[in-house]
């Protein structure tokens, strides 16, 4: 089994993005250690970022290589870390993978436990986006659709 571990990542300081890359790593090693195979896009993201001279942090810039990875995957885990439920990247993860039809679960740190989201928390956090973001989203899953729905 696949994990794709998400989590938030955009931020305006630079601190912030780097705490949250150092965070979500760690839980994936933890992951990691337990004897699961773990996707974490914002470890291969953030030192793209960082050293590959790519200045943007913003999620749709990173949709499609996302998209690509999470398909492959068995399920979504959510880190449940400062931001994670007003993330537009982890909106949009979520929206894809009910499309896909994936289990989607919220992983805490603390205790190593997941708790498997239901459909109104899910919806509640997508329902909170702003009429724009839903819009950029949507295009962005159009430009998608195809290579989703044909898995």
């Keep these: ?16 993005r ?12 933890e992951l990691f250690k337990q004897g699961y195979s773990v996707f974490i896009p ?10 590959g001279d790519i200045h943007s942090t913003a999620w749709e810039n990173w949709w499609q290589n996302d998209v690509d990875n999470l398909k492959n995957c068995d399920e979504l885990w959510i880190a449940h870390m ?8 982890i909106r949009g993860e ?3 993978a009910k499309e896909l039809g994936l289990p989607i679960k919220l992983v805490t740190s603390s205790v ?9 928390t899910l919806n509640k956090i997508i329902g909170e986006m702003t009429q724009e973001d ?5 295009k962005l899953r159009e430009m998608t659709h195809k290579r989703v729905v044909n898995l």
């Design 1 to 16: 089994m696949l994990i794709y571990l998400a989590s938030p990542y955009s931020h305006p300081s630079a601190q912030i």
């Design 18 to 29: 780097e705490q949250r890359f150092i965070e979500v790593s760690k839980l994936g090693a």
């Design 82 to 89: 400062d931001g994670w439920d007003q993330s537009n990247g």
């Design 42 to 51: 914002i470890a291969q993201s953030h030192p793209m970022h960082v050293y």
């Design 94 to 96: 979520i929206i894809v």
């Design 112 to 120: 190593m436990t997941t708790f498997d989201l239901t459909d109104t």
């Design 134 to 138: 839903l819009n950029n989203i949507t």
